[in-house]
């Protein structure tokens, strides 16, 4: 547990491309802060206490917070969808870990016009290898798999996987 009471994930990837590297440390630290949201109720310590202990570049910094706010903006819309797609769970059983770079998953895919489809589910594979147990990457494949093939506000970005080419107005 660190100084400001956060647990700490392991973080660092030396020899990541910046920009890449930038968004890849961004959705770490984003999964770390959620996932103590998830495990007190609310946020432990303010985010500027968090960045204090945890220094990143200003662009991991906005994206992680981007994902923060957005997830838990929507947070029973996520867990609805979540739920939704998995069989013989609920969002509450589900490891901690794992509900969260699920969360944090379908709130890109569904709502980041920037991040293509491809990117997002690497990603939250590559979170969930890292983090979750033995089957969680596995089950995170599965689960942003379904959430993309059904979810018809992704119909542009499954057509496009490599550009997030849909409108705001297709996901209002």
Not at 6 to 12: E, T
Not at 34 to 52: V, Y
Request: glycine content about 4%.
């Amino acid at each position: 547990m660190s100084a400001c009471g956060l647990v700490s994930l392991q973080i660092s990837h030396p020899g990541i491309p910046i920009a890449m590297g930038a968004r890849h440390q961004a959705r770490e630290r984003a999964l770390q802060i959620l996932f103590q949201h998830d495990i007190h109720g609310k946020a432990p310590l303010s985010l500027d206490e968090f960045w204090h202990e945890y220094s990143v570049s200003e662009e991991s910094k906005a994206f992680a917070e981007q994902l923060v706010r957005g997830v838990v903006e929507h947070q029973k819309e996520l867990d609805s969808l979540i739920g939704k797609y998995a069989t013989n769970w609920t969002v509450s059983r589900m490891p901690v870990v794992d509900r969260n770079i699920l969360r944090a998953g379908v709130y890109e895919l569904l709502w980041l016009d920037d991040v293509p489809a491809k990117v997002t589910m690497d990603e939250a594979i590559e979170l969930a290898k890292r983090f979750g147990d033995d089957e969680a990457s596995k089950f995170v494949n599965a689960m942003l798999d379904k959430v993309l093939a059904t979810e018809s506000r992704l119909a542009e970005k499954r057509a496009s996987p490599d550009r997030a080419i849909w409108r705001k107005a297709d996901r209002d």
